[in-house]
C-alpha cells in the first residue's frame, strides 16, 4: 500500500511560481513511476507531467511544457512539481498518483487527496 500527501498549493499571480510536493509512504517511491495530473471545476482530471520510475525520463502536457518541471528525490520518497510562468488557467486541485507512467488516469493505482493551485490574473 502507498499513501501520498500532497502540499505547496496556494495562491500565486499569474507569471508567478509554486512547487508541489508529494511525500509517499509504504513502498518506496523507486518502485512506481509518478504522476501529475489536474482537475479544474467542471472539467475531467488532465494529465499534467510524469517520471518513469526506471530511466527517470519525464513527459509533459503540451499545455505545461517549458514551465513545469517534474523531479523526485527517492531518498525523500518526495515527488515534485515546480512551476512556472503560471498562468490563470493552470488554476485546478493537482493531484500526485503513483503506479504504471501513463497519460490516463488510469495507469495509476494510488492517489493522492489533491492540492488546489490558484492562479489570479
Known amino acids: 500500500q502507498v499513501q501520498l500527501v500532497e502540499s505547496g498549493g496556494g495562491l500565486a499571480q499569474a507569471g508567478g511560481s509554486l512547487r508541489l510536493s508529494c511525500a509517499t509512504s509504504?513502498?518506496?517511491?523507486?518502485?512506481?513511476?509518478m504522476g501529475w495530473f489536474r482537475q479544474a471545476p467542471g472539467k475531467v482530471r488532465e494529465f499534467v507531467a510524469a517520471?518513469?520510475?526506471?530511466?527517470?525520463?519525464?513527459y509533459y502536457a503540451d499545455s505545461v511544457k517549458g514551465r513545469f518541471t517534474i523531479s523526485r528525490d527517492n531518498a525523500k520518497n518526495t515527488v515534485y512539481l515546480q512551476m512556472n510562468s503560471l498562468k490563470p488557467e493552470d488554476t485546478a486541485v493537482y493531484y500526485c498518483?503513483?503506479?504504471?507512467?501513463?497519460?490516463?488516469?488510469?495507469?495509476?493505482?494510488?492517489w493522492g487527496q489533491g492540492t488546489q493551485v490558484t492562479v489570479a490574473s
Open positions: 498518483a503513483a503506479g504504471s507512467l501513463s497519460y490516463s488516469t488510469s495507469g495509476y493505482d494510488y
Open positions: 509504504g513502498r518506496t517511491l523507486s518502485s512506481y513511476s
Open positions: 517520471i518513469r520510475y526506471t530511466s527517470g525520463s519525464t
